[in-house]
């Protein structure tokens, strides 16, 4: 057995994955030093804090409910339309699943709106105005144009893929 393999086998990953995981808590390692050196880090704290109490007690929850109803409805239209005595024509993995289709770009909305819902929702706007002489405003458009443009791309994508794969109008 040569290093490699026994490596992978004890770490249980290549090694570029150790490297890279180690880049990583050296990125954040200076991020935070740039925080303390700041003084801001009280903030920061509660922050981050409640960042993961509001995303593991009330968003996981949440978006964790919301898949699990979108997949079972998705899976029991399916089951609908066959029946036992009649097979499925292809295997599973050929047909695109609409679901993922949907994740994608609610997730990156989602992302984008919990990282800036202060602007986006007028939160910061007395703070946001006096810092740099401007309105909020922008903010709700773009986020608005940028999930319809995403909304659209997965839209667009999924009928590609569908063609591609044959069932489109079948």
């Given at each position: 057995?040569?290093?490699?393999?026994?490596?992978?086998?004890?770490?249980?990953?290549?090694?570029?994955?150790?490297?890279?995981?180690?880049?990583?808590?050296?990125?954040?390692?200076?991020?935070?030093?740039?925080?303390?050196?700041?003084?801001?880090?009280?903030?920061?704290?509660?922050?981050?804090?409640?960042?993961?109490?509001?995303?593991?007690?009330?968003?996981?929850?949440?978006?964790?409910?919301?898949?699990?109803?979108?997949?079972?409805?998705?899976?029991?239209?399916?089951?609908?339309?066959?029946?036992?005595?009649?097979?499925?024509?292809?295997?599973?993995?050929?047909?695109?699943?609409?679901?993922?289709?949907?994740?994608?770009?609610?997730?990156?909305?989602?992302?984008?709106?919990?990282v800036?819902?202060?602007?986006?929702?007028?939160?910061?706007?007395?703070?946001?105005?006096?810092?740099v002489?401007?309105?909020?405003?922008p903010?709700?458009?773009?986020?608005?144009?940028?999930?319809?443009?995403?909304?659209?791309?997965?839209?667009?994508?999924?009928?590609?893929?569908?063609?591609?794969?044959?069932?489109?109008?079948?």
């Amino acid at each position: 057995m040569n290093g490699h393999g026994r490596w992978a086998r004890t770490y249980g990953a290549p090694a570029w994955h150790l490297l890279a995981l180690a880049l990583c808590f050296l990125v954040a390692a200076y991020a935070a030093t740039r925080v303390v050196e700041a003084g801001i880090w009280p903030g920061f704290l509660v922050w981050f804090v409640g960042a993961v109490i509001l995303h593991d007690l009330v968003l996981f929850p949440l978006y964790s409910a919301a898949d699990l109803a979108a997949r079972s409805s998705t899976a029991g239209a399916r089951r609908r339309g066959r029946t036992a005595a009649r097979p499925r024509r292809r295997p599973p993995g050929r047909r695109p699943a609409p679901i993922n289709y949907l994740r994608v770009p609610t997730a990156f909305s989602g992302l984008l709106l919990l990282v800036w819902f202060p602007l986006i929702l007028s939160g910061a706007e007395p703070n946001y105005r006096a810092a740099v002489g401007l309105s909020t405003l922008p903010y709700l458009n773009r986020w608005i144009l940028v999930t319809l443009v995403l909304f659209a791309a997965s839209a667009l994508l999924y009928v590609l893929r569908r063609l591609a794969a044959g069932r489109f109008g079948r």
